[in-house]
């Protein structure tokens, strides 16, 4: 199973914007908005972010349909870079680029066209973020299924989503519970039994765990800690 990235920069390639390297190279000329030939080099023209789809690839930059802000900027560009500013900064569920994107003033089918070539641009994944989400859960917070769910959720995945990546999550509660365990008995060896067997349990439902493996987990842990040490001593 397969999440964060830092840094945000004013102006980012709208084509490769978050793993870096230079925008596709363009075609020597192009049609400016009155019509004209502009001849200069692709190096010395300004890109515009909808030439990624929508030039079809003849060079020719499309005159914007909506009106442009003081720098030029249409507000489905202004949009993109917002997204894009994001993105950089962590990975994002469809629904909360969604969530973004209507920050702006741009029609429902604008938003999502363009959600929709973010996706085949592969810069938004559920089912790579759910993935991810599944691994940081288990794994590095020692989480049970029952919060990795509701994490997802909240990140807006979708439900069957959810479900199918929690399906290939092997069914070790038990073992994952005891670990976690493990790692916080001796920090309340002491206190006494009833306190930490009270704490440690809380403290592994909260991250999802059911009450009777959680509180297995905790005694056994709690147990281990407890009972005497035996073995060879040197002097």
């Known amino acids: 199973m397969t999440v964060d990235r830092g840094g ?4 980012l390639a709208p084509v490769i914007p978050i793993f870096g390297g230079p925008p596709p190279e363009r075609p020597i000329s192009a049609v400016t908005n009155d019509g004209a030939r502009d001849s200069r ?10 030439w990624i789809e929508e030039d079809g690839g003849d060079g020719v930059a499309p005159t914007p349909s909506e009106p442009a802000d003081a720098d030029g900027k249409t507000e489905l560009e202004i949009a993109e870079r917002a997204l894009l500013r994001r993105l950089r900064g962590r990975s994002l569920s469809v629904a909360e680029a969604r969530d973004v994107v209507r920050e702006h003033e741009i029609e429902p089918d604008a938003i999502e066209s363009l959600l929709e070539r973010f996706q085949r641009l592969g810069y938004l994944d559920d089912v790579v973020l759910a993935e991810q989400l599944v691994h940081t859960g288990s794994d590095r917070k020692g989480q049970g299924r029952r919060v990795i769910a509701q994490t997802m959720t909240k990140r807006g995945i979708p439900r069957d989503v959810v479900d199918a990546v929690l399906a290939e999550l092997p069914d070790d509660d038990d073992e994952r ?3 976690f365990a493990r790692s916080k008995a001796k920090s309340m060896a002491s206190l006494d039994r009833d306190t930490a067997l009270r704490r440690l349990s809380g403290q592994l ?3 999802g765990y059911g009450g009777s493996v959680a509180l297995t987990a905790a005694r056994t842990a709690l147990d281990e800690v407890s009972a005497p040490q035996s073995g060879v001593r040197f002097r």
């Open 177 to 179: 519970a005891l670990d």
């Open 41 to 50: 080099s692709a190096a010395a023209r300004p890109w515009h972010a909808s």
């Open 205 to 207: 439902a909260r991250r």
């Open 8 to 11: 945000e920069h004013d102006e």
